[in-house]
């Protein structure tokens, strides 16, 4: 299991490690992501430790908002995972949050399944802190190759910054419930090239229409209708297992 002083070591090596501060609407600046980002720059091991054990404690560091259909909606995204996912085929699960649950299913329930995680690195570094305590993990550096490391290990941490090299895995299966509708319309049109480029598919539960707030943070919404490329077409949909605001849907997406 790794600790406090790890995860320090690896903030401190991500020459890039602050760009996450002028992304999703800035949440990071603020409250307890705020606290644990000033802990890891201090370099503050106890401080840091503490809230890596108790960060379920805090709604907004856990990415879990206390929905209480956070549980119904994981494990129903975690069937339709099992459900699209063909064998041998690598799942990238797009901000996944700090609390990373369906990789934590997936990983526990499917002992071929291949993961990687794309988040924020503040976010992402919970994840790995979790994820470690039952997976083999491995948090890529700026100098890591993603196609070897996701050969090597079951579960492989990549930072948002280093999207780019997620054009070296070829056709995958994507997945991403409510972070893709909270990014900026350069963020989803991104992310959406490397899914129409690779020929992969994306599961995805996102608010696709309409103006508003997400139910879960509370979010002003982009919702992503408008930025899904004509190359990427619908090819199943589904209705939310759980009360959402209005405009979410499950979709399949796929490159035609
Ligand atoms: C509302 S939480 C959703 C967490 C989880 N997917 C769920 O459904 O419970 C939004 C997540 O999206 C991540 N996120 C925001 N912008 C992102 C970006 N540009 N790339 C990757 N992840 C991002 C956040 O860090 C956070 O983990």
């Known amino acids: 299991m790794i600790d406090a002083s790890h995860v320090i070591q690896q ?3 991500d ?18 992501f705020h606290l644990f980002k000033q802990a890891l720059e201090r370099g503050d091991t106890s401080t840091t430790q503490h809230m890596l054990d108790n960060y379920m404690c805090s709604p907004e560091l856990s990415c879990t908002y206390d929905n209480p259909s956070n549980s119904t909606r994981w494990c129903y995204a975690t069937e339709l995972l099992q459900r699209f996912n063909v064998p041998g085929e690598t799942i990238v699960e797009i901000g996944a949050g700090s609390h990373a649950p369906v990789v934590d ?12 995680v794309c988040d924020l690195v503040t976010p992402l570094l919970i994840a790995y802190h979790e994820l470690s305590k039952q997976h083999d993990t491995h948090y890529m550096r700026s100098t890591d190759s993603l196609l070897y490391q996701t050969q090597q ?9 280093m999207i780019d090299q997620l054009y070296s895995l070829g056709e995958c299966l ?3 419930s ?9 963020e989803q049109t991104h992310y959406m090239d490397v899914i129409g480029t690779t020929g992969s598919r994306l599961l995805s539960e996102n608010y696709m229409t309409g103006r508003g707030r997400c139910h879960l ?18 090819c199943w949909t589904d209705t939310c297992a759980v009360p959402t605001n209005p405009g979410a849907s499950i979709q399949l997406i796929h490159a035609t």
């Open 11 to 13: 903030y401190h090596a």
């Open 15 to 32: 020459p890039a490690r602050d760009d996450d501060r002028r992304r999703w609407s800035g949440n990071l600046n603020t409250g307890d």
């Open 105 to 116: 299913q997936m990983l526990t329930n499917n002992p071929q399944t291949r993961y990687v």
């Open 153 to 161: 290990h079951r579960c492989v941490l990549l930072p948002h910054h």
């Open 174 to 176: 994507y997945y991403n």
């Open 178 to 186: 409510y972070s893709l509708s909270e990014m900026s319309p350069n």
């Open 217 to 234: 943070c509370n979010q002003q919404y982009t919702p992503m209708q408008l930025h899904v490329p004509e190359q990427l077409e619908t």
